[in-house]
């Protein structure tokens, strides 16, 4: 069933938590905003992550926290990705003009096993320097030409 109560989800911030060759790891932290007069029991969400165009992570989180009414909820989600190769154009981009688009989607289940129902989400926005780990992309920039980046 689709949820008639739209439940807003946005990615609120990116943090890279590791980064070599192999292997990234982000978290995104991402904010659930109950706007029912009921809490709403959240299960799992489904979603995607684009960064300026470049999937970085796609992915079922197991949530499983519930909501009280008119409130919004913080979650962290670590993601694991290799796109060391793809890694190059975002760097630029936040080097040129210190912003990153993004573009978060998704499926959000919600509701008890007997009665679930599904929120369609999808959020699109700038992630500034605020939001960005700067430290840390510096870092991804003195590195990369040792590496081919």
């Known amino acids: 069933m689709i949820n008639s109560h739209p439940v807003e989800v946005k990615l609120e ?22 706007s029912q007069s009921k809490k709403l029991y959240v299960r799992t969400l489904d979603y995607k992550v684009l960064l300026n165009g470049i999937e970085i992570s796609t992915g079922e989180e197991p949530i499983w926290q519930d909501i009280p009414a008119f409130s919004t909820q913080q979650f962290d989600i670590v993601v694991s990705t290799n796109i060391w190769g793809e890694l190059k154009p975002i760097v630029n981009s936040i080097k040129d003009t210190r912003e990153v688009n993004y573009y ?4 959000l289940m919600t509701g008890s096993l007997l009665n679930q129902r599904i929120s369609y989400v999808r ?11 700067m430290k840390k992309i ?11 980046f």
């Open 13 to 34: 911030s990116l943090e890279f938590v590791k980064a070599n060759p192999f292997e990234q790891r982000f978290k995104l932290n991402i904010n659930i905003k109950n």
């Open 104 to 107: 978060f989607t998704g499926n």
């Open 123 to 133: 959020h699109s926005g700038t992630l500034t320097p605020d939001q960005l780990p």
């Open 138 to 148: 510096q870092r991804l920039q003195k590195l990369a030409p040792t590496l081919n």
